[in-house]
């Protein structure tokens, strides 16, 4: 028994109890909730919600994140790119060179690969800086032999021309998964990374806001005290950002250990003689409960969903390939590319906290105390 219950826990596949699976998806649906809130909401009890919580997290199910939204602080875009790579040269190494020489730029957020290709998602200040990381990357693979026959695809998305119909919202997979039916909300819209007004901070706005991005789950009074202000101060400051809309707490799911296996990226380009309209927002058709990540603009997208096996893949991909061509919204068939979430490595694994300080700035001090 005891050998089965480790390779149970080695394999990541820890049975979760029907409680457990509800604090999950709710801990992921409801991030700014408190644990009475939660019981209120999910129906059990306070000491039931603490105790699951705790566990959750100490079992690695679940982390905090604060995402950043700067695009009222002179970010301008959100870019995704993607890769096809030699096979013949191994991940590790082409990993080492790409961090000496790609992966240090403060605007790529979140970058994963596996042997034969790989993708990432910056945020960005304007596009000269953008094409200057495409063009070192283009010349890095390039002269190293790690390029396939194609260039790097690059996708751009202005905020103020685009719409980010999901940032990584797992609360649809999740409920999905657990076959938990709750109250079918009308706005599946998220339009937090659109410019509505440039935001002027003081020295010690931007000193908060930028531990807080990058400690996530550091305490307010953690937070006054290495930067030398009260707990009140902190707290203050944090209901103002997200009554301001300035920054958004998520809960990430730990992927592998609920059993999903396929992560797929797909860039679709829209048949310019008819594409889907941006006002009607007909484009999210397109998402399912798999769909994790979805941005759109007049005439392409980019779609990222995750999936428990190839069938549930297969399914969807022919859901939205259905979809497509039922509307003559494409003239091209979509990019699709799968990776095993066994097998592919994240290189940068949600790191807001460089582009957030590149782009709203604080003091000297802060940034070496947060070794930047």
Not at 11 to 26: A, D, H, Q, V
Not at 140 to 164: A, C, H, N, Q, W
Not at 212 to 233: A, F, L, N, Q
Request: aromatic share 12%; net charge neutral.
């Amino acid at each position: 028994m005891q050998i089965l219950l480790i390779l149970i826990i080695t394999m990541g596949r820890i049975e979760l109890t029907p409680k457990e699976k509800l604090m999950l998806y709710g801990l992921i649906k409801y991030p700014n909730f408190t644990d009475k809130q939660l019981s209120n909401k999910l129906k059990l009890k306070h000491s039931t919600v603490t105790s699951i919580r705790q566990r959750l997290k100490e079992n690695e199910y679940i982390r905090k994140l604060i995402i950043p939204h700067i695009q009222n602080m002179g970010c301008q875009m959100l870019v995704a790119i993607y890769t096809n790579f030699n096979p013949l040269i191994p991940l590790e190494e082409r990993i080492e060179i790409t961090g000496k020489t790609i992966e240090v730029f403060e605007e790529i957020f979140f970058s994963v690969g596996e042997q034969d290709k790989g993708f990432s998602l910056s945020l960005s200040h304007d596009y000269a800086t953008v094409g200057k990381i495409n063009d070192i990357r283009t010349q890095t693979f390039g002269s190293r032999g790690l390029l396939e026959e194609e260039y790097p695809g690059m996708v751009v998305f202005p905020f103020d021309i685009s719409k980010i119909y999901r940032f990584f919202d797992f609360a649809p997979l999740i409920g999905n998964n657990f076959n938990i039916k709750t109250e079918e909300e009308k706005n599946i819209i998220d339009l937090a990374f659109r410019h509505i007004k440039n935001v002027d901070f003081s020295d010690t706005e931007k000193n908060v806001f930028c531990m807080m991005v990058s400690y996530p789950e550091m305490s307010d009074s953690d937070i006054g005290r290495e930067i030398g202000v009260s707990r009140h101060t902190v707290s203050r400051l944090r209901r103002g950002f997200e009554e301001k809309k300035l920054i958004k707490r998520i809960s990430l799911p730990n992927l592998q250990k609920l059993g999903y296996e396929i992560l797929a990226f797909c860039h679709i380009r829209f048949d310019p003689r008819n594409p889907p309209t941006m006002d009607n927002d007909e484009a999210t058709t397109l998402m399912s409960d798999s769909t994790v990540f979805f941005a759109s603009r007049m005439f392409e997208a980019v779609m990222i969903s995750v999936y428990r096996d190839y069938d549930g893949y297969k399914s969807d991909m022919m859901k939205v390939m259905q979809i497509l061509k039922e509307n003559r919204w494409i003239a091209q068939d979509p990019i699709i590319k799968t990776y095993g979430l066994n097998t592919m490595i994240f290189i940068k694994d949600f790191k807001f906290a460089p582009i957030t300080h590149k782009i709203v700035g604080c003091d000297f001090w802060v940034k070496k105390l947060l070794n930047m």
